[in-house]
């Protein structure tokens, strides 16, 4: 979602909030902007602890990541999708490797996902 949308959102709870209840509608509001916040910390941190008990660039298999990759896709949803944190091989270059020497390069840009390609290892078919 475009992050101006949810502060929109926000400032709209806030206000119905303050105009329909008072004090308590604003209260009421900030209540549920602040548990919104939580679950997507909740959410951030349920990947990081799975991509950080994974092995460093490491990809159960490089051609299935490759397929299920598009263009804007965020680097949380990328990191879930991997299962681990990627090697950094330039400014904003990431590399998974998977068992038999398959590999996908990323390129961020922004965060999102601008570009990749599969790297097929010599052995492959």
Not at 5 to 34: E, P, R, S
Not at 97 to 114: C, N, T, Y
């Amino acid at each position: 979602m475009n992050p101006w949308i949810g502060v929109g959102l926000a400032l709209l709870a806030l206000i119905a909030g303050g105009a329909l209840l008072g004090w308590q509608g604003v209260i009421f509001a900030t209540t549920g902007i602040i548990f919104w916040l939580l679950l997507q910390i909740s959410r951030l941190m349920r990947v990081m602890k799975m991509a950080g008990a994974a092995p460093l660039g490491s990809v159960a298999n490089a051609v299935m990541l490759n397929s299920k990759l598009h263009a804007g896709m965020k680097l949380v949803d990328l990191i879930k999708l991997a299962g681990s944190l990627g090697v950094k091989q330039a400014p904003e270059t990431f590399v998974w490797r998977d068992g038999g020497g398959d590999a996908v390069e990323v390129v961020l840009k922004k965060g999102k996902l601008a570009e990749w390609r599969l790297i097929r290892s010599s052995g492959s078919s």
